[in-house]
Structure formats: C-alpha cells, structure tokens
C-alpha cells in the first residue's frame, strides 16, 4: 500500500507499507511495490515523467554488492539488446513512464549538494538511468554466435575488460603498457 501525503517543491512524500525488499523470496524482482508507489503518484500527478526516482527513510534488502538499482518499465527502441516491451500500465502511466530508480536509503547517501560525497549520489542516479538504454549490446561472433562478450555483471553492465574509457556502466580505461628500455 502506498498512500500519498504531499508534495514539498520537487519532492512527493508517501507512506508506503509492506515488503519492499529488491527481491522476492523466489528471487524475481519485487516489482509491485514499485508499481504500487507508481500508480499512487500518477494518480496525483500528470503522467509526465521519464523516471520516478524513489528514496527511502528506511532499509530494505537489495542485491549484497549494490546501492540502487533500477526496473525497467518500458522499451520502445531497437538495437540495444532489449526486446520492445510496455508494462506501462502495471505502473499506472500511459506510456511516457520509462522505469524507477530505487536510491535506498536517504540516510546512508549524501543529499546535499554541497557535501564532497554528493558526487557519488549524482553517479550512483546517473548508473542507474544509463540502464535505461546502456550496457546490453549483443554481437555476432566470428562463428556468427550471438556474443555477450561485452557485457559484465547480470549482462546489464559492460565486462571489466572491455575499453569505455570508464564508463559508469563499468568497464575499464585502457592504458597501453609502458615500455621501458633495457640498460
């Protein structure tokens, strides 16, 4: 259940009840929560919105290795390794909702704008809305295989050792060796 309490400027504030781990017990994504909040906010705002970014004021279990994540709600676009798909509706939007961003807890992440750590909240939200179109590309091999040679964790980020000149989807810088001449 999620129940609307007001907008503060940019901000909407919701009470929010039940389980809102990352995971369901049989390990799929607990989508309903989030469809939950975002039917309750459509039904207060216009459906005029790319993402909802949601923060908590509480914890909940998401994925050991991880600080947000994002679910995907919608893919309308061809040739960046996800198949077309709209669950639009199950979230209460027409079709302009394009996923959520789960931030976690509001406490454990810089929100000011002026701490030194708050850069690492505007790159953890930026990974997290990359997902939206990056890090899925397939190819064919030599052997003409579909590849996912280039992806790395849960094929949604780029592999460790693929040149993206360190992308926040992964990946790595490449740094040619140095060479040094023999005395």
């Known amino acids: 259940m999620a129940r609307h309490l007001g907008d503060y400027g940019n901000v909407t504030v919701m009470e929010v009840n039940g389980n809102y781990n990352e995971y369901n017990v049989d390990g799929t994504i607990n989508a309903v929560p989030r469809q939950v909040i975002a039917k309750e ?10 993402f909802l970014v949601i923060f908590t004021n509480f914890d ?5 290795d991880t600080v947000a994540f994002y679910l995907q709600v919608k893919n309308d676009i061809r ?4 198949d077309i798909f709209d669950n639009s509706d199950l ?3 027409a079709g302009k909702l394009q996923g959520t ?3 976690g807890n509001i406490a454990k992440i810089a929100s000011d ?16 809305m990359l997902h939206r179109w990056g890090a899925y590309v397939k190819f064919k091999d030599q052997a003409g295989t579909i590849s996912t040679a280039l992806l790395g964790k849960d094929d949604a980020h780029w592999s ?4 993206t000149k360190g992308s926040l989807e992964y990946g790595n810088p490449y740094k040619a060796p140095v060479c040094q001449g023999q005395k």
């Open 41 to 50: 906010f459509f039904r207060t705002h216009n459906d005029d919105y790319d």
């Open 60 to 64: 909940f279990t998401i994925t050991s």
């Open 79 to 82: 040739g960046i390794g996800l």
């Open 91 to 93: 979230y209460g939007s």
């Open 101 to 103: 961003i789960d931030m």
């Open 113 to 128: 704008p002026l701490s030194p750590d708050f850069e690492f909240t505007l790159e953890t939200l930026s990974h997290e």
């Open 160 to 163: 460790f050792l693929l040149d």
